[in-house]
């Protein structure tokens, strides 16, 4: 897929979240009627957000592993005498890559805990 189709469809992907959540918007009419119903509503917003948000931490995360190793390896085939030194600060930028997958997930795992409650 071109660079053009990609910017594209993820623009209308992001249009598309981003004008649904006027459609569920209340007015100031409304507010009487729906007050009991804002909580439930909130609770299932922060479980989508958890999801979404372990969804993009996760491919993020994978993009982010599968880059640096790849670099690291085409280094190593210019220069094998160099794999030592190449190698360990490849393993720690992995580990620091995913400590923020990790992370992401610690917050999902409580925002899963304040929409159970």
């Not at 623009?11 to 909580?39: F, I, P, W, Y």
């Not at 969804?55 to 994978?62: I, N, S, V």
């Not at 190793?69 to 890559?97: E, K």
């Amino acid at each position: 897929m071109s660079l053009k189709k990609t910017v594209a469809a993820t623009s209308a992907a992001l249009a598309t979240l981003a004008t649904t959540s006027l459609a569920l918007a209340q007015t100031a009419a409304d507010e009487g009627a729906k007050a009991a119903s804002n909580v439930h509503d909130v609770k299932g917003m922060a479980a989508l957000a958890a999801g979404i948000a372990i969804g993009a931490a996760a491919l993020g995360g994978t993009t982010g592993q599968g880059k640096a190793t790849a670099a690291a390896l085409d280094g190593i085939a210019r220069n094998p005498g160099a794999a030592a030194r190449i190698q360990t600060p490849m393993i720690l930028g992995l580990a620091l890559i995913e400590s923020l997958v990790l992370l992401a997930f610690v917050i999902a795992f409580f925002l899963q805990g304040y929409a159970r409650s």
